[in-house]
């Protein structure tokens, strides 16, 4: 019965998790996914068993309420408005088809933003806008990211971008003044009045094609597959091909991230892996710029953002650990570049240094962040430098000559003729470690 209490207990509290934290935006969603996912990694047991005792020594009151009926198109069409709320920056929580507190909050959120009347209650027009700017979004992900890197908001900066467009308004053209790589084109003179003629001025072209995300998972099968055939995973004495080593360091990682991700969910009594999937996805909108500057900014830079955002969330290191980790390989599991790169990147600013290996694998692939060898590099030797000082190996951890084979793939040591090592690891056993 304890038992049963309990798992009742936890599963209503994914549910109806309160909305805090500092930040409107960040704080309410990532409280969500903490206290939907993890709250029974992270929460004492003897804590919420003193808690249930209480709860039994109280008199109960009984209140009954009626159920909202909310048939089943409803309820589908609600599903969708929470996602394209979640995608745009406006924190609706799961997205469940019922429209709740959290979802109304998100909904005047976006209203506020838009320069509606913030009523929570959407209009056939507001709803419309909203739920179609998303699926153009979804569409052309390509010349979504160069809109959002643009306008500099986000992804709200889409909405605005999209509106603006729709409007028949174009933004005013930055003039600056001549150089190697920016040609201003002046006006010229009508000498009958004096006066400048209008001339436009020149900017580049702008093609914003749409780009497919390549699959992690049928990259990482590919590779399987080659490993195999060359008898098992390189070894730092077996090493000719920087780039083959890794692209097998990467898969070997995810492989593992999955792993733990499963044996900390398997924790949470009441939840199944489809329901922590979707509690992560809501990373991806919270973590989007962070993930962006991935590609454009140097490592410490990118960190002391990210270091800023923990601090604003109000959480306690352990929890957002926990929600990380399991949101790594819930990423992976998704095919999730953004899920995976924004935990990834969490960890590594609470001092989780040897995660750094992931962000310098994609950059290195350019999966979730554009191919940059260049940026990828510091990532890897923070993590390297890690696993020398003897932090533990959350990846591999079995596999001794992991850090040069990392040298290598970093391009930091030469591919071939390396020390050679005791002999390369077959595919990993799955010796999960205890999270904090």
Request: glycine share 10%; aromatic share 6%; hydrophobic share 40%.
């Amino acid at each position: 019965m304890t038992k049963r209490i309990v798992t009742t207990f936890l599963a209503t509290a994914m549910v109806i998790t309160p909305v805090s934290g500092a930040m409107a935006d960040a704080g309410d969603v990532l409280g969500g996914v903490i206290g939907g996912v993890i709250g029974g990694v992270i929460v004492n047991e003897g804590a919420r068993q003193r808690e249930l005792q209480r709860q039994r020594q109280q008199p109960r009151v009984v209140v009954r309420r009626s159920a909202p009926v909310v048939n089943t198109a409803q309820r589908e069409r609600n599903r969708e408005t929470q996602v394209a709320l979640n995608y745009f920056g406006f924190p609706a929580g799961t997205p469940d088809g019922v429209l709740g507190r959290n979802s109304r909050s998100a909904i005047s959120q976006y209203q506020a933003h838009m320069g509606y009347a913030a009523t929570g209650q959407l209009s056939e027009f507001e709803r419309g806008f909203l739920v179609s700017s998303y699926y153009r979004a979804q569409s052309s992900p390509g010349q979504a990211a160069q809109v959002i890197a643009q306008r500099g908001q986000g992804p709200r900066g889409l909405l605005i971008a999209y509106r603006d467009e729709a409007a028949g308004v174009t933004q005013t053209p930055v003039v600056v003044q001549p150089s190697t790589t920016t040609v201003v084109v002046a006006p010229a003179t009508d000498t009958a009045t004096e006066t400048p003629a209008v001339e436009p001025v020149a900017t580049l072209p702008s093609f914003g094609t749409a780009t497919q995300e390549r699959s992690m998972a049928s990259f990482c099968n590919q590779v399987t597959m080659l490993t195999t055939a060359n008898g098992g995973v390189t070894t730092v004495s077996s090493a000719s091909d920087p780039d083959f080593v890794g692209s097998e360091q990467f898969c070997l990682a995810r492989t593992y991230a999955i792993a733990t991700s499963e044996a900390l969910s398997k924790q949470v009594p009441g939840v199944t892996i489809a329901q922590t999937d979707e509690q992560c996805a809501a990373f991806a909108p919270v973590m989007q710029q962070y993930v962006a500057a991935l590609s454009l900014k140097p490592r410490d830079q990118v960190l002391q953002e990210v270091g800023q955002f923990v601090l604003s969330t109000g959480q306690a290191p352990a929890q957002l650990k926990s929600t990380a980790r399991i949101c790594l390989g819930s990423g992976y599991r998704a095919d999730s570049a953004d899920v995976a790169i924004g935990s990834g990147l969490l960890l590594v600013a609470l001092g989780e240094a040897p995660y750094a290996e992931v962000l310098g694998h994609h950059l290195n692939e350019g999966f979730g962040a554009t191919a940059r060898t260049d940026l990828a590099q510091p990532w890897y030797e923070a993590a390297i430098a890690a696993l020398e000082a003897g932090a533990p190996g959350v990846f591999a951890p079995g596999q001794a000559d992991r850090p040069q084979l990392l040298r290598v793939a970093a391009g930091l040591a030469p591919g071939a003729g390396a020390a050679a090592a005791s002999g390369g690891s077959v595919l990993p056993a799955f010796n999960v470690p205890a999270a904090d």
